[in-house]
């Protein structure tokens, strides 16, 4: 698999999981159908999987996608599907429109008083003008 996977990506194509185990946080790692985890998303109702199947497990190490796999009903095996979310996950990031990455500047307002001014370059602010300051 070529492209990395991420968190919010998956969650804008599945939603939510049904069940997380493990966290993000969490540094036990556990060992399941080969994938070394710390994290574990578990979809038991999908409705529109790429691959069709209603269940899916997705593994995560910290931020890092490990794996995912599929089976077509509880009492089915699972099998591997990353290149079928793959691909379901680059073909709507090609959908996305290309934003314009050079924002502009903020117009002067001429109506903005500073509530304070800086009195050095150490000094943060911070106080009412005109009041004495400890220091």
Do not use: C
């Not at 497990?57 to 089976?71: A, E, F, K, L, N």
């Amino acid at each position: 698999m070529s492209e990395r996977i991420f968190r919010n990506q998956v969650v804008q194509l599945l939603g939510t999981p049904d069940r997380t185990d493990g966290s993000l946080n969490n540094p036990v790692e556990q060992v399941e159908n080969g994938f070394e985890y710390n994290e574990r998303w578990v979809y038991t109702h999908l409705r529109d999987d790429p691959s069709g199947a209603p269940m899916r497990v997705i593994y995560w190490r910290r931020y890092d996608y490990v794996g995912t796999m599929v089976r077509d009903g509880a009492d089915q095996p699972w099998r591997a599907d990353d290149e079928t979310l793959a691909r379901a996950i680059k073909a709507a990031a090609d959908r996305l429109a290309l934003v314009e990455s050079r924002p502009r500047p903020l117009p002067e307002n001429k109506h903005y008083r500073p509530a304070s001014n800086a009195r050095d370059a150490g000094d943060l602010g911070g106080y009412i003008e005109g009041e004495k300051t400890s220091g």
